[in-house]
């Protein structure tokens, strides 16, 4: 059973272009959350999806940056116009459907590392 | 808002003792889960143990173990017999357990744990 797959590792852009970064979670897993790094902090929750629909953006600034999780394919996080302070660390995570003995578990990806030039 | 404390921005111990990571938290729920996520330095973010609040029995994983003070909204972890890949980061989370902020996973500000030989 593969783990959470995030794509691409590591993503370079230019102030002023977009990035979209990829997340594929566990099998049989419908909940995807986006997690972003700063460097020495910790995790700083984003966002929360599930098939089609935003449960939890709480976390997300407010322009830029915007996030969805399609009934087919991947989850996508999408900051447009990168700036410099955009570069960090970004994490999704995935977790069963409750009720499975699991409650509250988030299985992690590898992240992705933006670096904005 | 729920707010997560770690006080030892780095610890470090010898080969095949035990050390003890602190970590406390705000809250003003009953029911919420606590973990302890491992970042070792390939950044991925591993789970290392989970406590549910309602339960009084301290969890335990192998080597790690927990002593959770709910009145005094106290999580410390401990690892016992250390080992040189307990090397990493290591972040205490809080989740509630129901509720709009459900799925929304808080962090502390890490802790670097060091295992020396």
């Known amino acids: 059973n593969a783990g959470v797959m995030q794509n691409p590792r590591h993503l370079v852009r230019r102030r002023g272009q977009e990035a979209r970064l990829r997340c594929s979670p566990m099998k049989g897993h419908s909940h995807v959350y986006w997690y972003r790094q700063l460097p020495e902090e910790g995790l700083k929750f984003m966002v929360y999806l599930q098939k089609e629909n935003i449960i939890d953006e709480s976390g997300m600034p407010k322009e830029r940056f915007s996030a969805e999780f399609p009934k087919e394919g991947p989850s996508i996080l999408r900051i447009q116009q990168v700036v410099r302070g955009d570069s960090a660390a970004y994490f999704c995570a995935s977790s069963p459907s409750f009720g499975t003995g699991e409650s509250g578990i988030q299985y992690f990806g590898a992240g992705t590392r933006l670096s904005v030039l | 808002a729920q707010t997560v404390t770690q006080s030892q921005p780095e610890m470090s111990v010898q080969e095949a003792e035990t050390v003890t990571l602190s970590c406390t938290y705000d809250?003003?729920?009953?029911?919420?889960?606590l973990f302890w996520y491992k970042q070792p330095p390939s950044r991925q973010m591993i789970l290392v143990i989970r406590?549910?609040?309602?339960?009084?029995q301290n969890a335990t994983e192998n080597r790690f173990s927990v002593n959770f003070q709910k009145a005094a909204k106290s999580f410390s972890l401990k690892i016992s017999d250390s080992q040189l890949g307990d090397t990493a980061m290591y972040f205490c989370a809080f989740m509630k357990a129901g509720g709009t902020s459900y799925g929304k996973l808080t962090f502390g500000q890490g802790t670097i744990l060091t295992v020396h030989p």
């Open positions: 406590q549910e609040a309602y339960k009084q």
């Open positions: 809250t003003s729920e009953n029911n919420y889960y």
